[in-house]
């Protein structure tokens, strides 16, 4: 019981992060382009998010005709809730929340993630949707590859699967100096694992119109973003804990905001990649790294025992 309490808190503070988090992104973007961005509701605008949140849930919700009902209103649900459960698998001391094997939990949740935007695309029976979800389904499923040989380098040295087991082997040096590489790929294969620029393909606005979630309004197109932001702010929480584990809690939640600040930053100034770029990236370039860094490291860790 005092788990699921626990667990409850951390949803809260998940959400409430999300909430200011879209404001720190809207303000940073609104100062990259010369203006002010949410200055209005409350101080500085600091209101702005809630005051968003009441007018998405607030709107009529409006499905398509020729929609499949129940999986067009049950996607943005599972989506948010898949965002939020993959919380629990943060190291204990964060959550107070003791879990084995938590890489695996993570590893599970990130492959089920494409159900949802593969649901909220096909459902709404819009060529614009499917077009969408079926490139958001291809983009996802490549980049988990070299995410996963990445997160299994590290994992050699480790010998464990909990996430926790990271913060106890930096102590004395951080793997982002042991492996540069590997955290650039893992940088870059989150960006695309959550959609953001420039692999923002899914929701393409200049030739998908939004692309998954076109027909979405009110409040499915609010759970759609709150599992976004959820998943940005947990790949860079993870970014902390798998490179610069090591150090005092202030320093660490220091790293997570810079990592944050860093998926804002690149959509404020990088374009969006074409298309066949984006998969020869994965296939080409990605993969055949972390596959021989994975080998040449367990190759020179067997030498070495």
Known sequence: MFQFV???VLVIFVLVGVAFFTLFERKLLGYIQLRKGPNKVGLGGILQPFSDAVKLFSKEHVPPSLSNYVPY???PSFSLGLSLLVWVCVPSSFNLISFNKSVVFF??????GVYGLLAAGWSS???Y???GALRGVAQTISYEVSLVLV????LILTLGYEWGSFFIFQEGEWFLILFPLSALIWLVSCLAETNRTPFDFAEGESELVSGYNTEYSSGGFALI?????????LMSFLFGVIFMGGGSTEYFI?????????FVWVRGTLPRFRYDKLMFLAWKCFLPFSLSYLILVGGLLGVVS
Do not use: D, Q, R, W
């Open 107 to 112: 590893l599970c949740c990130v492959g089920m």
């Open 6 to 8: 626990m667990f409850l």
């Open 254 to 262: 220091f790293i997570f905001l810079v990592v944050a600040f860093t």
């Open 73 to 75: 209103l049950g996607a």
């Open 125 to 127: 029976n819009s060529k």
């Open 225 to 233: 973003m709150l599992a976004e932001y959820a998943s940005i702010l």
């Open 129 to 131: 949707s499917l077009f």
């Open 151 to 154: 997160l299994l380098t590290p």
